[in-house]
Structure formats: structure tokens, C-alpha cells
């Protein structure tokens, strides 16, 4: 088998037993790997209307068949399992090193089900596997874990791991690895900490076998002199970072600032890819085999570590009405020690000081820590009340739509299906409105990027405020995103790269000859079993909408003004394109068309 | 004070006592710091004619004004001894992170003194500083000591090492930081382990203050901007590391092969830069604040660390016959492991090569390990037996001038000083060929690297076979190289930056008002300091010279066929423009504009 190992470790925590399965070959060319397969064998194995946070909710780890390969960014894996924050199929994907040490360890994919009766952790050494007893980490933060794991696993080991946030279920939990890297979203680390699972650690002696190494050596180079000449991934990322869209972002009127209440932000040179980089940058930090380097290493007083990214520059930064970057740096610091989401965190520390500039949460709830717009130490401190539940963070701890609903006004969240939205305001850029409302994870802006072609301009440029064409767009990016999130690649190739890259790319790894319509249609085939898991979760059509603000309330100034989200004008488009009926539902015949 | 942290803390190993002294500010100034201010004090308190592994010698480790600053590259380090290879005054660079740290701990400076009566390493946390037993981690290698020694220090502490190669007085020791980086030429390493001291470890907490943070910024932005719009610092490096070098030097003709013999690679595509970036690179490894981020790290087999650079994939590479990329990680891998360095371990295998090829090496000596060129496995083999001194790599591991000595033919060593040369042909590029031969350290690149304007046009295209200004070249690169290793900079900073550049970022940190001239005067101040050692050491002019085959044996073929290096016809005006006597002596009128 190439690309695949063809190895599946299934954990069983209740009963303490690990045991390793043939991969259906069949099935995971079929799904490609990743987000798809991971998906499938999830679905097969898991009710859509499983608690998430009961023992039968299983969490799979799935690595995809390009990682560990010598394809440019090849180092990525998911974590697959239903959320416990918005109830849809979750799957998050993070970079690092760990997932292509699994697939040196000899596995595609783990399978994690049941719950130990006492915190463990699983130590992969090739074919050794252990559950060994976590009683000595639990409550520790990440960089702490890791550090007193390092110091008992073979040597070499990778390790990913909940912080105490997903030991308390808070539903922002993140899962790290290699201590900042975080598969972030959708609360995936609550339903690890469920489980009693502290910790992953795995190291790796294997290869991964490819179906013709030579002609892959020429796609890879070809592929690596695309990324190095694109003006995005050669030089924007590899300069400043995520960071680098602060400025264009606020440029374009569409950086939320104060919960979303205006979109541009005075202040934003100060938050800045340009003033990280002059003042905070200590190295860049990139991921396995990755030519962009992205990953920035940041420092500020006596606290450093991985980021900050772009969404949680916005996210503690305009969104709270801060552009201190020493306090973004801090809040995003506690982020990835206490193992909690940066958007979901920041956002929701963004609704709290709304309700509490609007009177609904009391200065009597909050210990005497300031909840207001633009305090740089509250947003640091919050965050590390949240990742704990201490006093009021234990109420903001399941993120915004929950709190806002305790109050009785849920449209001060932020969110779509109740997860919360990135740093783009989608009132001035339409097709990112609709991406946002069908996004099978919630709000989320790596399921589609629209801000590619519609304020980056690639692969083409298109008209921000108009709504020709943008359904047929956001059906394309969505299927292309889910194939490359299958496939074990970065997101971040596909401002050099194309379908026919990834289908060279593929084709060569695991010995397919798929065309650039075949990685669509892969990709539209994993679009749509998420969709279907949602449906069959009680997740309707009546649930691909935005907050009433960005349907409601025109932008009330800068380069955006005047403009609200048009999605009912977008929506039937979308579903028709997609084949489904004007309910949200896949018709038979595009199952069909599918082979679901 | 402004840049520096003011404070030089000594350690004398023989009485196990710690001391801080102040730093003296007006000297400071005067030759900057790193190799300046280093080789000042170090000539102060050592005799030029002191034997280098003895108690006598001292060993200072100096970090620059700009080291732990926001300028670009800020990280880099010196270590000022008398060399146990060369005779000379010794000064090697390293980067990483080990440098800066140093400086948040407080201190511009460690000055070693003395022998320990047992193996020891050095705990330094801000003022907390102890001499601990090392007896647990001597005779380990690098990434062994480091991991253990993480396990016994505070946490984010940064370590340096010595491997078993600096423990057994091997004169090609080098010192090793952050595990992969090296201050790698000239033996230090060996200096350390004549004192039995094992390793320093630090972590510090403090900030280096600079005279104008403001005015700073906007330099640092500036010089930014110039490295990543500069050809060389903003696109051959960051994507191909310094390996990118590989094809260009190649195709003019100056990439020596078999230990000088020829200097035209046939198969040098298998050693390039695209080679290492396609098939063996897992990622990008930058040093602190470095906007370059040439360092890499790479895989094969079960073998994986930092590196290589384009002078070790030559040294094990070309050099010794050898076009396996997969056989230069792993020597590389050994050096880094054993604390070697690779330009003189790789040249020592290469000249051995040849000896044994000639007759003077016999079979018998060699306990069954081949030693013939091109020979894949034999260049990782030795590596290791020289970096243990098992076998007869105990006669290779003090360098091929010793070893060819022995046999009476030291012409076959392609040192000068007895150290080895770097990766450069000098009969195809003449300026590099002076250069050469008047480095203060022997054998070396880095002390003024024509390459940069003979091969690579920058500042501007000089014709390398010519001797016209080359002398004048030669001087002017010489200096404000001797600036930039005391500032603290990389030197890759200079391809992109010129002396303005440099009198900006420092002007803005220790607060002084210097003109480009007065860096280049610093730098010529420098270059004389260290002349003056060298003379009173017995290294006179007889030494500016070049081994016989270069100076006599025209290249046989190939893009510079028939070239030898005319370094008679250069040295005389090299002299002159120093103003130094025609026997290479500073004059007295000199020194007094010099200050010295």
C-alpha cells in the first residue's frame, strides 16, 4: 500500500486494550484520508445524536496520505469526533510534527474509544504501545507536560496533549502538539479530557512508501517553485506571518472591532504582521517540511512561545478593542498552556465585555478584574480564568453563544452554530457570509477561504460586495479544502496551488490517476457526509445562518460601510449548486452521483 | 549602559570561584565587543605564547552590543582563545540562542580560567551561578548531554557543550550550542576540554536596554527590508539554505574535488541545494531574530539533526570524492554529535584520502576501513573514529597538517596556518586566494568572503581571475567583516547591508553618533589587534601563504582551467594598504591612527 500505512491503532480506554486493524483500502481511497476518511469510519462507527462528552463519543486521530511524504507542507493530521460546543461532525486539523511521527510509528489512523476510569496516557514506539497512568501530569499546563513526559518516553518522542482546560470540559478545549501547535476548534480536547486521555506520545522509525518516487521528486519541486513565486506564500507569509493580513484586513473595513459592533480599527498598525515582526519576533517556527514558515516564535517580557497567529491577533486584539501586542502575545501564551482555542477564547471575551458594557453582566460577578473594551491586563486575565473556570471564567469557559444565552440574548454571540466567527467581518465580503452560514463546522474560516479570491485576489479577483457567481465560488473552495484537509496537506498551499497540483501531487504518493474533476469531486463527496452526520445530528438548514447583526445592521463606517450579508439572496443558489433540495438536503441523485 | 549588560563574569576552574566584574565601558566602545573586545581583554591577560591546552590559556566567551537586540540576525556569539590548531588567536562565531541568552542573564561576557581537577559544567540562572559536577555527562555526545543536562536545570535554559571529541583534546574540536550550532573552527573545543569543563548552561531573564528604541525600530525596519529584497538574503538562503551555493560555485569551476586535484564536480546536482530542499529537508531551523532563516534540518534513515551547510556538503562531499547527500547528513550528523568541526574533519578524511591513494597511508593502518575516494560509507566511518580518536582516527583527529606532517609530506594539507581550507577554489578567484592567505585565523571564508563580490556580484561583479583593487577588496571586506563578528550580527547580513548599515543599528543601541568609517576603522582596529597577537605569537608574514598547489599548479580543466593563485603579485600592496611594513608588521604610524 503507498501513502498508507495501512495500520489502525483502536484504544479501547474503558477496557484498557489496544489493537491494531487492517485499513480498508478501498474505503480510504474512496475518502482519501484526513477529515474525509476520519469522517466516514467515524460516522459508521458513532450515532449523529451521541453525547459528545459521554463515553460513546469516540475521538479519531487521522493522518492523511501525503503526511510524512516529502509533498510541501506534508506534516498535517485531524482529530475527528462530534463536537461538544456545536454539535456538528468537529474536525480540526493541526501542523507540527506529530502527525507525520505517526505515520513513522506505522499508523494512519487512531481510533480512541470508551473513557479510562483514571487519567492516562499513551505512549506509541513503533509497534509498542502502552496506557500508562497520567495521575502526575493531570492539571498540568501543556509546556510542563510535555517537558515531564520528554523525560520518560523514548527519546525523540512527539507529544500532544489536553491542557487542564480539556480536563474541564470546557468546550473552547484545544488538543496541542509539540506544546503550540493546536488542533483548536470545535472543543475536540473536552472530549479527549473526557476520556481520562491526557496525552499522546509517539515516535517513529518507519517510512512511508510511495507509488513512484521519481516522478514525485519533479512534482514536488514544481510544486515548491509555485509556493516560492507566489506572492502570498513566498513572500507575505514567509515575511510577517498570518499576521500579515492585519493591515489588509482593516484596509478592506472588514477587521470586526468591539464584538463585531464596527470594522476598522484605528489602532491595527500597532497589531500589525510589520510590528510583530520588528519588536516580538524571536524565530520562526515552521512545520514539518513546509517552505512557507509561517510559524512565528514570540517573545515579550518573560513569556514566549509559538504565535501569535492572525485570528488571535484579531480575536484579543481589535475584537476586545486592544492593539497591545504584548497582550495579545500573553493572552495567546495562556492559550496554548492552558489548551484552549484562540478564536473561541477571544470572541468570547469580546461578547462578555459587550454584555457587560450593556449592563447585563454585573460588576458584582467578576472579582473586581475589569470586563471593558480595550484593557489589555483583563483580556489576560480572562483567558486564564476561562482555561481554568475560575470565577466568572468558568461561566465563559463554554464559549460565547452559552454565555450570552444565560443572559438571555444569544445574538450577542458571535457565532454560527454556536461556534464562534474568525477575523473577518462578512457584511463586506459576500461570499464569505454564505461560507460562513454552510460551513459544516460552524463559523470557521478554513472550510473555504473566500478571503482569497475576494480580498487577496487569487486565484483571481472578484467583487467583494456583489453576489454574482459567489455560491458557484464558495462551492469550489469548499470541495477543494476538504480534499486537501483529507489529504494530510496545509491549507495555505492553495493560494499557489491548484486541483491539478494536488491530483499530481496524489496520484503519484498513492498511485491513483485522478484528474483535477476527481479531487473536486472527492472533495464535494466528504462536504457532503458531513452534512449528511449534521442532518442526521438535528442540524438543519434552518442553522445555516449568521448573527442578526451581520444580516441586519449595515457597517456603520470606514471602506465597508453600508453593507450587510445578503445570504438569503445566496442561499438557494448554493443548495442548488450543491445539488441538495431547497430544504438543505442532499438529493438522492447527487448521493448517487457521489456513490453515497 | 546602552547595548551591554555591563557585567563580565569570570570563572576560575582551578579554585571553583565565580566572580562579576564591571565591564569597562570606554574599551567596550572602543572595539565593540565579540571578537573585538574579546581578543582586546584576551591579549591583556594571556601571553601570546602561551601553549593552547594548557591551564595558562584562558577561554572567553563574548557576546556583541547588538546580541539579544531586535536587530536582524541579533544572536550570534564569539569564543576568543589561543587556537591549539592554528597558534593563532582564535575567534568562533556560533548563532542559535545559546548568545542572546546569555545577555538576558546579564552578562556581555564569561571569562574561563584555570583547569578543573574533574569534569564540571557551569549552571548560570540571571545571578545564580554554580559549578556543578559533570561526571554524569562526560564522554556523552551533544544531543545526550543536552537532554540530560535539561533535566537538572531551570526550564528554557539554553545549553552548550563540548562533545568526546573537545574531551580528548582533539584539534578540531568545536564547541556546540542549542545541539546543532558550532563554534566550530580553530579547536576551541578542545580549550574547553583542556579545563574539563563539559558544558555552560544559562537562562536569563533580563532586558538589554538600547539608547533609542524608537529610532530603532525604524532602522531595524529598513535593514528588514533591504535582507529580504536583497537576491541572496531574501530568496537563494531561505529556500535552499546555504547549500544553494553548491551549483553556483560549481559551475565556475572552484568547487574543489578530491582534496584540491580538480575543481569541477560532475556530480555536484546530487549535493545542490534543490537536492537537500527536495528529498532530505524536514524544515527550516532559524536562529534568534533571523529574518534569513538559512539553517535547516534534515533526514535520512533513522538519522535526522541540524544542517548541512554548503562547506560541510563540500568538505565530506566534492572534497573526498563523494555525491551522496544521504553520506554527508550522516558525517555531519557525527560532527555535530561528536563536536567536531566539518570543513577540517571533512578536508582532514579528504587528504587522507589522497595519502592513502599515493602510497604514504598503507592498508594495515586501517584496520579494514577503506579510505578511497568516493568511498559513501568510509566518510561517515571516519568521521566517527576521528571524533572518538579510535583507530587511526586518532592520528587524523588533530587535522590533515599533522597527518600529512607525519608522513613527511605536509604539502598534501590544504591548510594555511594548518588550518583547513573552506570550499573555494583560490586559483579561480583571486581576491578570495589573498584573503586566504592573510586570515588571521588560517584556513577560513569567513573572515572576508570575496566570494561575495567575485562569484556573486554583491555589492557589485568583480572579475575573479584579475588582481586589479582585489588587495583594496580584500582589506575593506576584512574590516567590516571584524565589525559585524563584534557587533553581535550574522555575517550573511552583509550581503544585503553595507557599513552605513551597520553604524545605524549601532549608533541607535550603545548610543554613539559613528559614520560608516568609523565601523570600518573599528573592524581595521580589530584586524590589528589580532595581526599583533599572531606576531608575538611567532606567526609571522613567512605564514601569509598558500599550500604549494595552489600557488603552483595551474587547474587542470574546466570553467577555470589554468589558474593559479597570484598571490605574490598581491601581498605587497596588501600590505601597504594596511600600512604595514613589507614584513607584514603594522607600523608604529598605523597603531597611533588606530589607537593601538
Not at 20 to 41: I, N, S, Y
Not at 84 to 97: E, K, M, Q, R, V
Not at 303 to 329: H, L, N
Not at 462 to 491: H, M, N, P, Y
Request: charged share 25%; net charge negative; hydrophobic share 35%.
Amino acid at each position: 500500500m503507498y501513502g498508507y500505512q495501512g495500520q489502525v491503532l483502536r484504544v479501547n480506554l474503558t477496557k484498557g486494550v489496544c489493537t491494531v486493524e487492517a485499513l480498508d483500502e478501498a474505503m480510504a481511497k474512496k475518502f482519501v484520508g484526513g477529515r474525509g476518511l476520519g469522517t466516514k469510519m467515524f460516522a459508521n462507527e458513532v450515532s449523529p445524536t451521541v453525547d459528545a462528552l459521554s463515553e460513546e463519543n469516540k475521538l479519531f486521530i487521522v493522518t492523511g496520505p501525503l503526511t510524512g511524504t516529502p509533498t510541501p507542507t506534508g506534516g498535517r493530521y485531524m482529530v475527528i469526533t462530534k463536537s461538544p460546543l456545536t454539535g456538528t461532525i468537529a474536525s480540526s486539523n493541526s501542523g507540527g510534527y506529530w502527525g507525520p511521527e505517526l505515520k513513522f510509528a506505522g499508523y494512519d489512523i487512531i481510533v480512541l474509544e470508551g473513557k479510562s476510569n483514571k487519567p492516562v496516557y499513551i505512549m506509541i514506539e513503533d509497534d509498542k504501545v502502552e496506557i500508562r497512568d497520567a495521575a502526575h501530569i493531570w492539571g498540568k499546563v501543556v509546556s510542563e507536560t510535555t517537558e515531564i513526559l520528554k523525560k520518560e518516553i523514548p527519546e525523540k518522542s512527539r507529544v500532544m496533549t489536553i491542557g487542564p482546560a480539556g480536563e474541564k470540559l470546557s468546550k473552547m478545549a484545544a488538543i496541542m502538539n509539540d506544546k503550540d501547535r493546536a488542533a483548536g476548534r470545535s472543543g475536540v480536547g473536552a472530549v479527549m479530557g473526557s476520556k481520562n486521555l491526557k496525552a499522546i506520545t509517539v515516535r517513529g522509525t518507519k517510512k512511508v512508501e510511495v507509488a513512484d518516487a521519481e516522478a514525485l521528486k519533479q512534482v514536488v519541486k514544481d510544486c515548491n517553485a509555485k509556493i516560492r513565486e507566489n506572492g502570498v506564500t513566498g513572500q507575505g507569509l514567509p515575511t510577517y506571518g498570518t499576521a500579515v493580513l492585519v493591515n489588509i484586513i482593516n484596509e478592506n473595513g472588514v477587521f470586526p472591532v468591539n464584538n463585531f459592533q464596527s470594522s476598522h480599527f484605528d489602532r491595527a498598525e500597532e497589531l500589525s504582521g510589520e510590528t510583530l515582526t520588528e519588536q516580538y519576533l524571536v524565530r520562526k517556527d515552521p512545520c514539518y517540511r513546509c517552505p512557507i514558515a509561517c510559524g512565528r516564535y514570540c517573545k515579550v517580557d518573560d513569556i514566549e512561545g509559538g504565535g501569535p497567529e492572525y485570528e488571535t491577533i484579531w480575536a484579543f486584539g481589535g475584537d476586545c478593542g486592544v492593539s497591545d501586542m504584548g497582550a495579545v502575545i500573553k493572552a495567546n501564551y495562556w492559550c496554548n498552556e492552558l489548551g484552549i482555542d484562540t478564536i473561541t477564547a477571544g470572541s468570547t471575551i469580546a461578547a462578555a465585555m459587550e454584555l457587560y458594557e450593556k449592563g447585563y453582566i454585573k460588576d458584582s460577578e467578576l472579582d473586581g478584574v475589569s470586563l471593558k473594551f480595550g484593557d489589555n491586563d483583563a483580556v489576560v486575565e480572562w483567558t486564564k480564568r476561562m482555561g481554568l473556570r475560575e470565577g466568572f471564567g468558568n461561566k465563559m469557559a463554554d464559549g460565547s453563544y452559552r454565555l450570552a444565552e444565560s443572559y438571555g440574548v444569544p445574538e450577542f454571540s458571535m457565532t454560527v452554530k454556536k461556534q464562534e466567527l474568525p477575523a473577518y467581518d462578512p457584511r463586506g465580503i459576500q461570499g464569505q457570509g454564505l461560507q460562513y452560514a454552510t460551513s459544516n463546522r460552524g463559523g470557521c474560516h478554513v472550510r473555504g477561504y473566500m478571503i482569497s479570491p475576494e480580498i487577496l485576489g487569487l486565484p483571481e479577483k472578484l467583487d467583494r460586495f456583489t453576489l454574482e457567481g459567489k455560491a458557484g465560488w464558495v462551492k469550489i473552495f469548499q470541495d477543494l479544502t476538504a480534499f486537501i484537509d483529507a489529504s494530510g496537506l496545509c491549507l495555505f498551499t492553495s493560494f499557489a496551488m491548484g486541483a491539478g497540483d494536488y491530483a499530481s501531487m496524489i496520484n503519484n504518493v498513492i498511485g491513483t490517476d485522478w484528474s483535477a474533476e476527481d479531487v473536486l469531486l472527492a472533495g464535494e463527496r466528504i462536504w457532503n457526509i458531513e452534512r449528511l452526520f449534521n442532518l442526521a445530528a438535528g442540524i438543519d438548514a434552518s442553522q445555516d445562518t449568521l448573527p442578526k447583526r451581520l444580516l441586519e445592521d449595515p457597517i456603520e463606517a470606514g471602506p465597508s460601510e453600508g453593507n450587510v450579508t445578503r445570504l438569503s439572496e445566496l442561499l438557494p443558489e448554493y443548495y442548488e449548486l450543491r445539488g441538495w433540495g431547497a430544504d438543505g438536503i442532499p438529493t438522492q441523485a447527487r448521493k448517487d452521483i457521489l456513490g453515497l
